[in-house]
C-alpha cells in the first residue's frame, strides 16, 4: 500500500511541475491577456507551494534514520 500512496505522490508531483513549467512556457511567451496572465500566475505560484512542500515532506523523511529498536531519529553527522 506504502508504494502505491507513493507512487500517487510522485505522480501528482510531475504533473504539477509539468503544468507550472507549461504555464512559466505560456507567460514567458507574453501573447496571454493580462487577466489570463494573472489567473496563471496565481496556479503557477499554488502549484510552485505545493511542490516545494512535498519537496520539504520528502527531504525530511529521507533526513531520518531507522534505529536499532524501529524509530525513526533526524540524521545527524558527527565529524
Known amino acids: 500500500m506504502k ?3 507513493k507512487k ?3 505522480n501528482e ?3 504539477s511541475l509539468k503544468k507550472l513549467e507549461e504555464i512559466v512556457k505560456e507567460l514567458e511567451n507574453g501573447t496571454v ?5 494573472i489567473t496563471k500566475f496565481t496556479e503557477a505560484m499554488k502549484l510552485a507551494s505545493s511542490c516545494n512542500e ?3 515532506n520528502a527531504e525530511e ?3 531520518k ?3 536499532k ?5 533526524d540524521f545527524k553527522v558527527e565529524e
Open 3 to 5: 508504494k502505491y500512496v
Open 54 to 56: 512535498k519537496l520539504k
Open 13 to 15: 508531483n510531475e504533473e
Open 65 to 67: 534514520i531507522l534505529t
Open 33 to 37: 491577456a493580462l487577466d489570463d496572465a
Open 69 to 73: 529498536d524501529g524509530s525513526l531519529e
Open 61 to 63: 523523511s529521507i533526513n
Open 8 to 10: 500517487i505522490l510522485c
